[in-house]
């Protein structure tokens, strides 16, 4: 069966810190990877999705980029955060084409002080 | 560009009460729907999937509807527990194999 792993699950941030967070995805192949974000009290902002290795479509400009170097795993990173970026991200995948379910792991919450 | 709402926010009812959930979007092109709960701190558990091309869902005491051309889709939750308690999300599957989601409705169910 796929499982999807996110870690760490919590972390504490100076700003103007370095971050990486990191997705990986076991059982599937070539699965399509999303990173969101989720701010106190609204609901969830679509960051980054690929669709293979390599590939990477932003959907907001912001202080954050992801890179997927391996097929299965996707990291989110900074160099340097902002107190904005505080919040609960997740990660998620799907298998390719459309009309496939999202699977979602247990998140990470980030805090900046 | 796609909009998904939900109503209510928020709901709390007694144990045992079957109640509705609600889900609009503004642009019928999806290529599905799908309903997740979030319990607080965690990630999102997928509950149910509604291709576009299908009128409703079944998962236990769980059944979802969907109504394409008007942008709706309802979560039935059947004779309610205290574990239900939870944020419900919906998002639609839009091209380029993206979702866009509402914002939850935080449902309460009191013992």
């Known amino acids: 069966s796929q499982t999807i792993h996110q870690w760490p699950a919590t972390l504490v941030q100076p700003v103007g810190s370095p971050l990486s967070l990191e997705c990986t995805v076991e059982?599937?192949?070539?699965?399509?990877l999303y990173w969101y974000r989720q701010a106190a009290g609204r609901g969830l902002q679509l960051l980054f999705y690929s669709v293979g290795i390599g590939q990477i479509s932003s959907e907001v400009p912001q202080n954050l980029s992801a890179s997927r170097p391996q097929d299965r795993q996707f990291i989110l990173s900074s160099k340097k955060l902002l107190l904005s970026d505080s919040g609960f991200y997740l990660c998620a995948w799907s298998t390719g084409g459309a009309g496939q379910p999202q699977h979602f792991g247990d998140g990470t919450r980030l805090s900046i002080l | 560009k796609q909009e998904v709402t939900q109503i209510p926010a928020a709901l709390s009812v007694p144990e045992g009460e079957n109640l509705v959930l609600n889900c609009s979007f503004t642009?019928?092109?999806?290529?599905?729907l799908q309903w997740f709960r979030q319990d607080p701190g965690k990630g999102l558990t997928s509950l149910l999937l509604?291709?576009?091309?299908?009128r409703e869902q079944t998962s236990g005491r769980l059944n979802a509807s969907l109504d394409k051309s008007s942008g709706r889709s309802t979560l039935y939750i059947a004779a309610s527990q205290p574990g239900d308690s939870a944020t419900y999300l919906c998002?639609?599957?839009?091209?380029?194999?993206?979702?866009?989601f509402g914002p939850g409705t935080r449902l309460s169910v009191l013992p």
């Open positions: 059982g599937t192949s070539n699965p399509n």
């Open positions: 642009d019928s092109a999806i290529y599905n």
């Open positions: 998002a639609v599957g839009i091209y380029g194999q993206n979702f866009v």
């Open positions: 509604i291709q576009s091309s299908q």
